[in-house]
């Protein structure tokens, strides 16, 4: 069982940054791919990046490429998502999720455990 929590939520102008980070706690992390889902109002779940086990590839929608930034710290156990040069259209809860083993994937049913989800508000 892995449990994930995330923080780093909040409100933030259109071209500023936030850094969400998520936690995980359970087995050990290096075994997991990450990936970062974001689902805006009356919108479904998308897929936003996602990461290698080891941290050496990452895969980004083409949507945020460029502007958001994922990484891990497996010492810590915590997946990060930078994102600079934010948009209205940003606006999303941001929700980190974990994999069975250290691949990457960009399809929301391959992901295993889901945390609850941090808001992200960009105004404009």
């Known amino acids: 069982q892995v449990t994930l929590v995330e923080s780093g939520g909040g409100l933030v102008q259109a071209g500023g940054s936030l850094r969400l980070s998520c936690v995980a706690s359970?087995?050990?992390?290096?075994?997991?791919?990450m990936g970062w889902f974001r689902q805006a109002p009356g919108k479904e779940r998308e897929f936003a990046a996602t990461?290698?086990?080891?941290?050496?590839?990452?895969y980004y929608a083409d949507s945020v490429k460029g502007r958001l930034t994922i990484s891990r710290d497996n010492a810590k156990n915590t997946v990060y998502l930078q994102m600079n040069s934010l948009k209205p259209e940003d606006t999303a809860v941001y929700y980190c999720a974990a994999r069975s083993g250290p691949i990457t994937s960009t399809i929301e049913r391959e992901y295993r455990y889901w945390g609850q989800g941090t808001q992200v508000t960009v105004s404009s």
């Open positions: 359970g087995r050990t992390f290096s075994n997991y791919g």
């Open positions: 990461i290698t086990g080891n941290g050496g590839f990452t």
